[in-house]
């Protein structure tokens, strides 16, 4: 199958010093694609440069047959992103943020389907985000990301924060939303969603691939996530070691 995001050799750096090195990656459309490794191995530096919000420093980055590896509005305009929960203002409404990126809440309602009830936000359309909890914070910063009905979405660790009721539903109706067409890369911390929820993955260490996580392997993690668990961490501690 063509890939619809499609990354050779990428780097991406931070005050000069690089920080991805050399990535090759390959999303098919309609899949979930997971990226793990350690704190600082560069899963958020990668998911911003190619979400537009940061330049590469080389490779080529072709989505959907086009090469966007200098065109950053092009990247950002291609995917929808949920800014960091911390950074959403605190002086405006659930409702306003929303409707600030997304137009009329009823249309945002039509493109956020299972989302909507997965994160509850319907409690907090007239909460101050001011006044909000981490959990709701981020709650609305996902929304925000499917908000303007992007096909293609980028989201950094989604379940950080959340209580276990609302990280069960939003990988549920994510999933749902993959099964549906949905192209989904996602940062993550917990190889059990990994192992259930994702299609295929990496595992970033130092900025370098440690390891592609096929589909073939991702179907046998699931069957035994605890085995896959044991042998991920195995390797996550090898990859990290000084
Ligand atoms: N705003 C920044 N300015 C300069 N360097 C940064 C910045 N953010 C991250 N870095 C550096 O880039 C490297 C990769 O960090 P990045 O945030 O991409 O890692 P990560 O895998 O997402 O980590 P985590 O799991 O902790 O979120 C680290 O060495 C980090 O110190």
């Given at each position: 199958m063509k890939p619809i995001i499609d990354l050779t050799a990428v780097s991406v750096e931070r005050t000069g010093e690089r920080?991805?090195?050399?990535v090759d990656l390959r999303v098919i459309e309609g899949s979930w694609f997971g990226l793990i490794g350690a704190n600082g191995s560069g899963k958020t530096s990668l998911l911003r440069a190619l979400a537009g919000r940061l330049p590469f420093a080389g490779g080529s980055c072709r989505i959907a047959g086009v090469?966007?590896?200098?065109?950053r509005p092009a990247r950002a305009m291609h995917f929808g992103f949920s800014p960091p929960?911390?950074?959403?203002?605190?002086?405006?409404?659930g409702r306003e943020v929303l409707e600030l990126v997304g137009g009329n809440i009823e249309t945002i309602w039509l493109r956020l389907g299972p989302l909507r009830g997965a994160l509850g936000l319907d409690a907090l359309l007239d909460r101050w985000i001011g006044d909000c909890s981490a959990g709701m914070r981020q709650r609305i910063a996902i929304g925000l990301a499917f908000a303007q009905g992007h096909t293609r979405v980028i989201l950094d660790?989604?379940?950080?924060?959340?209580?276990p009721v609302a990280a069960f539903d939003l990988r549920q109706a994510l999933r749902a939303m993959v099964d549906n067409g949905l192209t989904l890369m996602t940062a993550l911390h917990d190889l059990g969603t990994l192992a259930v929820a994702c299609d295929a993955g990496i595992m970033l260490a130092s900025g370098n691939v440690a390891m592609a996580l096929d589909s073939r392997l991702l179907v046998t993690a699931a069957q035994d996530p605890q085995a896959f668990e044991r042998q991920t961490i195995e390797r996550l501690r090898a990859a990290s070691a000084p």
């Open positions: 920080v991805v090195r050399h090469e966007m590896i200098a065109d929960a911390d950074t959403l203002p605190d002086a405006l409404r660790e989604p379940f950080n924060w959340l209580d």
